[in-house]
């Protein structure tokens, strides 16, 4: 009987122990997890963070330049208006020799570049305040490709459509919307010379409403994504970019309340992600 009892107490004491050890590894093994899934949230609000901390830098460098430039594109435009009125009227001239009027004809189309790039500028610098309005973005991409519907099939480019029909209404204003759209489509068929897949989808994300715009084009190098949009930058050949485009988007989300962003791999094509609180933006400055 006393060795019964002495092995029913050591089955007893195994068993505690072994539920105490059971117990404290559960417990350890909670603790782990909190542990990673609060290092992942620290992570992911480092990359926010570093993303805000990028937005701002880029905010302030578009303020400066744009102070600086708004002051001197009257000043040139004056000369442009002359040198365009003079080159026309020469080129009314009968009887001019074919050279002089080649070379009359290519200081014309550069004065117009000329003139194009001033214009962004001046947008650039003062950019007007937007009029809110409550706004589809459903719509809006639709009356953009309205803009484009003979454009994609002469480029070869297959356009696929995912828009969201519950998707919210926002305050925006709808001209402005627009002009991003058509400024990051018409990218992506640059960026798809012989022809690719443009995908246009729009979605709820995190409590915003998201437009995703993604093209098969030959993508951006790492060295060149960080930069795309500060202004006067552009990847596109002499004559075809002023390298405006993506700051004067970045600044028309910004008054907006919202982000853009971007994500992209040599010959994987290129993904914007453009996000718009719903619930109205900002109020603009």
Request: a negative charge; proline letters at 4%.
């Amino acid at each position: 009987m006393t060795e019964m009892l002495i092995w029913i107490l050591i089955v007893a004491g195994s068993l505690l122990l072994t539920s105490s050890f059971i117990r404290r590894y559960r417990e350890e093994r909670a603790s782990q997890q909190r542990l990673e899934a609060s290092n992942r949230q620290l992570q992911d609000s480092l990359i926010y963070l570093q993303g805000v901390q990028q937005q701002l830098l880029q905010s302030e460098k578009l303020a400066s330049l744009g102070k600086l430039v708004a002051g001197v594109i009257h000043e040139i435009f004056n000369p442009l208006a002359v040198i365009g009125a003079r080159l026309e009227m020469l080129l009314a001239t009968e009887g001019l020799p074919a050279n002089v009027e080649k070379a009359c004809r290519i200081m014309e189309e550069q004065t117009r570049r000329m003139t194009k790039i001033c214009e962004n500028l001046l947008h650039f610098g003062r950019q007007r305040e937007p009029h809110f309005t409550m706004v589809s973005l459903n719509a809006v991409l639709a009356n953009t490709l309205l803009l484009l519907e003979h454009e994609l099939p002469l480029h070869n480019i297959h356009l696929t459509e995912h828009l969201d029909p519950s998707l919210p209404l926002i305050r925006g204003d709808e001209d402005q919307l627009s002009q991003v759209c058509l400024n990051l489509i018409a990218n992506a068929v640059d960026a798809m010379p012989a022809g690719g897949e443009l995908r246009l989808s729009t979605h709820m994300a995190e409590h915003m409403a998201r437009i995703r715009i993604a093209d098969t084009g030959h993508g951006i190098s790492a060295d060149h994504l960080g930069k795309i949009f500060d202004p006067f930058f552009t990847t596109k050949p002499e004559g075809k970019g002023t390298g405006f485009g993506l700051s004067i988007s970045l600044g028309i989300i910004k008054n907006h309340g919202g982000t853009i962003t971007v994500q992209s791999e040599p010959g994987k094509g290129t993904v914007f992600l453009i996000d718009l609180p719903y619930s109205g933006p900002a109020e603009s400055r």
